[in-house]
T-cell receptor, first 115, second 112 residues
Framework: DSGVTQTPKHLITATGQRVTLRCSPR?????VYWYQQSLDQGLQFLIQ???????AKGNILERFSAQQFPDLHSELNLSSLELGDSALYFC??????????????FGEGSRLTVL | DQQVKQNSPSLSVQEGRISILNCDYT??????FLWYKKYPAEGPTFLIS?????DKNEDGRFTVFLNKSAKHLSLHIVPSQPGDSAVYFC???????????FGKGTKLSVIP
C-alpha cells in the first residue's frame, strides 16, 4: 500500500461527458502528480502541483484541468471526453521539497473507459 | 519524441537465471534514473535508482548500471524469481525535478 488513494477505480462514461478523478496523497506529501497511461504506452506526465500551486505541466490537453486543494487532495477534471481519452490515470505523490531522489509513490490508478 | 526508450516490450527468463532489462535515453539533461515495477491492477512501485555521478547501484538481487556515454542503463535481477514477473518501467528526471519521463515498459515473465 503506497498510501496514495485514488477514486474511482473504474469509470465508464460516454463521449462528450465530463468526469472528475480524485487523489489523496500520502500523509505529509505536498506534491501531487498526474500521469496518463494509454494502451501500450508508458506513463505520460500530465501535471504537477506543489502545496496547492501548479508546478509543472506536461502534455495535458486543454480539455483537462486539475487542482490541489488546501487539504492537499487533488482532482483531475476531464471534459468533452473522446474515445482516445480512455486510459489509466495515475496519481502520485512525493515528499517536499521537489528536487530530491525523484521517488514517487503511485496510487492504484483510475481506469477510464469512454464509449 | 520519446526521450526514454525500452525497446524490448517483453522478456522471458527461467527462474534462477539473470534478467537484464535495458533502457536508452536521449536527453543529456537527465541526471537521475529510476526503475519502477508494476503488477496488474496496481500502481507502479519504486524499485531502485541511480544518480548520474555513479555507474552502478546495487540493492539485494537488483543492480542498475548506467553508461552515460552511451546514454544507456540496465537493470539486472539475479537470481530471477517468479514473483519478479511484472512490467518494469525505466524513468528519468533532471535538474532537481520530480517530473519523471517514463519508457513504455518491459514485461518480464519469470518461468518456474
Amino acid at each position: 500500500d503506497s498510501g496514495v488513494t485514488q477514486t474511482p477505480k473504474h469509470l465508464i462514461t460516454a463521449t462528450g461527458q465530463r468526469v472528475t478523478l480524485r487523489c489523496s496523497p500520502r500523509s505529509g506529501d505536498l506534491s501531487v502528480y498526474w500521469y496518463q497511461q494509454s494502451l501500450d504506452q508508458g506513463l505520460q506526465f500530465l501535471i504537477q502541483y506543489y502545496n496547492g500551486e501548479e508546478r509543472a505541466k506536461g502534455n495535458i490537453l486543454e480539455r483537462f484541468s486539475a487542482q490541489q486543494f488546501p487539504d492537499l487532495h487533488s482532482e483531475l477534471n476531464l471534459s468533452s471526453l473522446e474515445l482516445g481519452d480512455s486510459a489509466l490515470y495515475f496519481c502520485a505523490s512525493s515528499g517536499s521539497p521537489p528536487g530530491g531522489t525523484g521517488e514517487l509513490f503511485f496510487g492504484e490508478g483510475s481506469r477510464l473507459t469512454v464509449l | 519524441d520519446q526521450q526514454v526508450k525500452q525497446n524490448s516490450p517483453s522478456l522471458s527468463v527461467q527462474e534462477g537465471r539473470i534478467s537484464i532489462l535495458n533502457c536508452d535515453y536521449t536527453n543529456s539533461m537527465f541526471d537521475y534514473f529510476l526503475w519502477y515495477k508494476k503488477y496488474p491492477a496496481e500502481g507502479p512501485t519504486f524499485l531502485i535508482s541511480i544518480s548520474s555521478i555513479k555507474d552502478k547501484n546495487e540493492d539485494g538481487r537488483f543492480t542498475v548500471f548506467l553508461n552515460k556515454s552511451a546514454k544507456h542503463l540496465s537493470l539486472h535481477i539475479v537470481p530471477s524469481q517468479p514473483g519478479d514477473s511484472a512490467v518494469y518501467f525505466c524513468a528519468a528526471t533532471g535538474a532537481g525535478s520530480y517530473q519523471l519521463t517514463f519508457g513504455k515498459g518491459t514485461k518480464l515473465s519469470v518461468i518456474p
